[in-house]
C-alpha cells in the first residue's frame, strides 16, 4: 500500500506558474506508475500527466504538452508537476495518484490516491 500526500497548490493569476509535489510513502516499486489527475466543479476527473519511478518515460495530456512538466526524486519519493502558463479554466483540485503495471489514462484503474490540492488560477 503507499500514502500520497499532494502539495503546492494555492492562487496564481492566469499565466502564472505552480509546482505541485506529491510525497509518496509506503511500499514504492520500479514498476510503478504516478499519474497527475485534476477535478474541476461539475466536471469529470480528468488526465494531466504521468511517469513511471524506474524510467525517465513521461506522458501528458495534449491540453498541457509544452506547458507542463512532470518529475520525479527517487531519493525523496516525490513527484513533481510544473505547471507554466496557467489559465482559468485549469483551475481544479489536483491529485496525484499511483497505479501498477501498465500505463493508464483511466482515474478508474488508480488504486491509491492522495487528498488532492486546491489550484485556482484567477486574476
Request: charged letters at 15%; one cysteine or more; glycine letters at 10%.
Amino acid at each position: 500500500q503507499q500514502q500520497l500526500v499532494e502539495s503546492g497548490g494555492g492562487l496564481v493569476q492566469p499565466g502564472g506558474s505552480l509546482r505541485l509535489s506529491c510525497a509518496a510513502s509506503g511500499r514504492t516499486f520500479s514498476n510503478y506508475y504516478i499519474t497527475w489527475f485534476r477535478h474541476a466543479p461539475g466536471k469529470e476527473r480528468e488526465f494531466v500527466a504521468g511517469i513511471m519511478w524506474s524510467t525517465p518515460y513521461t506522458y501528458y495530456a495534449d491540453s498541457v504538452k509544452g506547458r507542463f512538466t512532470i518529475s520525479r526524486d527517487n531519493a525523496k519519493n516525490t513527484v513533481y508537476l510544473q505547471m507554466n502558463s496557467l489559465k482559468p479554466e485549469e483551475t481544479a483540485v489536483y491529485y496525484c495518484a499511483t497505479r501498477l503495471g501498465t500505463r493508464s489514462y483511466s482515474s478508474a484503474d488508480y488504486a491509491y490516491w492522495g487528498q488532492g490540492t486546491q489550484v485556482t488560477v484567477s486574476s
